[in-house]
């Protein structure tokens, strides 16, 4: 299939206000499996499926999905390297697979899971080339080097050849690679994968300073949900190729329908608790846990408790996002199958 508009657009992108623009965009692959011994039967994979979505210039959004949801592809796409099947994209109001050189230029990109260093060279010399490659003035490329340097602690690790680096060294020195050419978008493919818990907080710290200070707009994808926490005020949820939300992260919760539980210490064991309110999710001796709507305020409930049993301690607890988002998934298979195909329309992301 043929992109649907190979219109290219202006070369600022400015007009809007958005950095990232997607129309319903498609990537579809083809791949050719073994259906018997000399035959082999080809099969469409439908990568991404018809995704829009928008990106101020400035704003720093997460992209979560499960495995294979299609999250790689759209960053692929996004830098070039991929042309969509199906729909229009615009970076900076560039067609990136049309003008995939003029556009490396003014974005960044890092990929989680392999590095743009060379590997025999020391971390300098990586830098070097890519101060000639992009042709950036040699006082900002100094200064951006220095500034890279001393935020993501490179000072030790500068003639140390890429090979020899831990993971977490040659993430930030990814990182920094990606941001000498002051590029406008960042895209960070899994940007904290494998990183100890240190590694992190300095790989968030960084993108934090970055986005407030310089005004980069962040594109990234990961499975930490940390990171979105963190990091983004907008969160994205790709399934199967498609927006199932796109809104604040605390948004996922009524979009999934979650849970919080009141926690209830009655004064000694009692069968359980019976509200409307509230289901009775599980006893423990005289301890209860009663499941309430997330949406709904908690004090008619405790009010009713109070007033029917003896209680000696109570607390509330918010569901957890992992399981929000886990629930999400579960009922997304669930229409699926009902549907009999997948993709039934995602009502919250339709609601931004
Ligand atoms: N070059 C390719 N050829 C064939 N299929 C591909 C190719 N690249 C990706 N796919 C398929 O497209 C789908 C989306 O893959 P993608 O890597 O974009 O997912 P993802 O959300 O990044 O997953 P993960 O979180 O596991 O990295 C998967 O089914 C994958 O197998």
Redesign the pocket.
Known sequence: MEMTDGVTGDATGDVTGDVIELDGVAKS?V?RRRAGLFRREKRE?R??DGLSFRVARGEMVGCI??????????I?MLTGILTPSAGRLRVAGVDPSVERTRLARRIGVVFGQRTTLWWDLPLRDSYRLMHRMYRVPDRRFRENLDRCVELLDLAELLDVPVRQLSLGQRMRGDIAAALLHDPEVLYL??PTIGLDVISKAKVRAFLRDLNTESGTTVLL?T?DLTDVEQLCRRVLV?DH?RLMYDGALSGLHSAAESERTLVVDLERELPPVETELARTVRVEGPRQWLAFPASQSAAPLVAAVVERYPVADLSVREPDIEAVIARMYAERAAATTADGAPGAEPGPAAAR
């Open positions: 692959f791949v994979v990568a991404v999905g499960p495995n294979g949801a299609g999250k790689s592809t759209t692929k493919d899994e994808t499975h790709i190729g």
